[in-house]
């Protein structure tokens, strides 16, 4: 009935938000845990980090140069928390232990014994340390159960774009990677734009058969053609670089550019084409004047789509730009080597990852309002 809406649409809308949630989610959780610190990451979930969580630190006392020999018992007394090597002041202690296999064995103010030490920790972090031997020079560990505030962190971020220290410097394949994508993106749309307005309204023999050709290339696999084309670009000298690559991402965009464009033009009003041609127009003004202003929303989405596989690609990357000294490593294969290398650092992966995608949603975000309009001009008539 008029005015009501059917179960379908209501299933429509729950997918759409369920959608939304699904993606949403990941990508603040990777935003919340480029902030955080190594413990807190191990520790707890990015969706409590605004709650203190409990955690257990590994101190040390201090070393024998501290030490002082009482009735033949060396004695230290310091504070854990504040001293060199300590966390900060401001940590509400909960139990402690010396032995990591039970860091909870004795409540904060009682007194540990082990081989001959024994050591008391106080609420607020100072202790005394007992040993009938001199203490090492490093001290003693002591694990300790403590409530530990909210913390978030830009050093993970200055680790990743300013350290300079190899594996974790992305800073340098972070500009590698745009002059990769900004190249790649636009060639293919100049190329795609000019061979779309032929096959769209310039009259020739063989136009039909080559617009059934640029859609059975949209079929083609990437996988079938790399190593060919790495043989051709071998072979006629280009190598493996920024041009290889450039043209490797533009021959394998143009199909569905050209496919996407002749779509929106053909559907195009003729009139204002024809009465351009009357007016003694040529094709490159009615090209450059009328075709491309009216065919923007459909570059734009052509663009995203480009931009976004350009930005993400590995595959392409790893044939056409090999470099063993790392001068031309791009975002993607840095991060690939952050995994293998890094390990359970899942704080350094974090922000890395969040860098890698924080370019391509600003693309999308600021061009999204062509996308749909771009892709469905032209499918119906």
């Known amino acids: 009935m008029a005015g009501q809406k059917s179960g379908l649409m209501w299933a429509v809308h729950i997918s759409?938000?369920?959608?939304?949630?699904?993606?949403?989610f990941p990508t603040v959780g990777l935003l919340v845990s480029s902030f955080?610190?190594?413990?807190?990451?191990?520790?707890?979930?990015?969706?409590?980090?605004?709650?203190?969580?409990?955690?257990?630190?590994?101190?040390?006392?201090?070393?024998?140069?501290a030490a002082e020999l009482v009735d033949g018992v060396y004695v230290i007394e310091g504070n854990l928390l504040t001293d060199d090597r300590g966390p900060g002041a401001g940590l509400e202690l909960r139990s402690f232990g010396t032995s990591a296999r039970n860091p909870s064995a004795y409540a904060i103010g009682e007194t540990g014994e082990d081989n001959g030490e024994t050591i008391t920790v106080n609420p607020d972090g100072s202790y005394v340390y007992t040993s009938v031997e001199e203490p090492s020079s490093s001290g003693s560990r002591v694990f300790v159960n403590a409530v530990i505030p909210p913390e978030f962190t830009t050093q993970n971020y200055d680790t990743i774009l300013f350290s300079g220290r190899g594996q974790d410097n992305m800073s340098r394949a972070f500009f590698n990677t745009l002059t990769v994508t900004i190249p790649a993106t636009i060639i293919p749309i100049v190329v795609a734009a000019f061979a779309a307005y032929a096959l769209a309204w310039m009259e020739f023999p063989g136009r039909a058969l080559l617009v059934a050709l640029v859609v059975?290339?949209?079929?083609?696999p990437l996988q079938l053609a790399l190593i060919p084309l790495l043989r051709l670009h071998l072979g006629i000298g280009i190598?493996?670089?920024?041009?290889?690559?450039?043209?490797?991402?533009?021959?394998f965009g143009m199909p569905l550019a050209i496919y996407l464009l002749r779509n929106y033009m053909v559907g195009l009003p003729r009139d204002i084409i024809e009465n351009a041609k009357v007016d003694g127009a040529t094709d490159f003004q009615i090209f450059t004047r009328i075709i491309l202003p009216l065919s923007f929303p459909a570059l734009a989405s052509f663009a995203i789509f480009q931009f976004l596989w350009t930005w993400n690609d590995l595959l392409v990357a790893s044939v056409f730009l090999i470099d063993a000294s790392?001068?031309?490593?791009?975002?993607?294969r840095q991060i690939v080597e952050l995994l293998g290398t890094r390990g359970g650092n899942w704080e350094i992966l974090a922000t890395a990852a969040f860098v890698s995608i924080a370019v391509p949603l600003a693309v999308f975000f600021a061009?999204?309002?062509?996308?749909?309009?771009g892709i469905l001009a032209g499918s119906v008539k």
């Open 367 to 373: 061009m999204q309002r062509y996308l749909v309009r």
């Open 36 to 65: 955080r610190t190594a413990d807190q990451i191990s520790n707890s979930g990015w969706w409590a980090s605004l709650t203190a969580t409990e955690q257990t630190i590994q101190l040390r006392t201090a070393g024998a140069e």
């Open 239 to 251: 190598g493996k670089g920024y041009l290889g690559v450039w043209l490797a991402h533009t021959a």
């Open 16 to 24: 759409v938000v369920a959608l939304v949630l699904l993606w949403i």
């Open 216 to 220: 059975a290339m949209l079929v083609v």
């Open 326 to 332: 790392g001068q031309t490593t791009v975002m993607t």
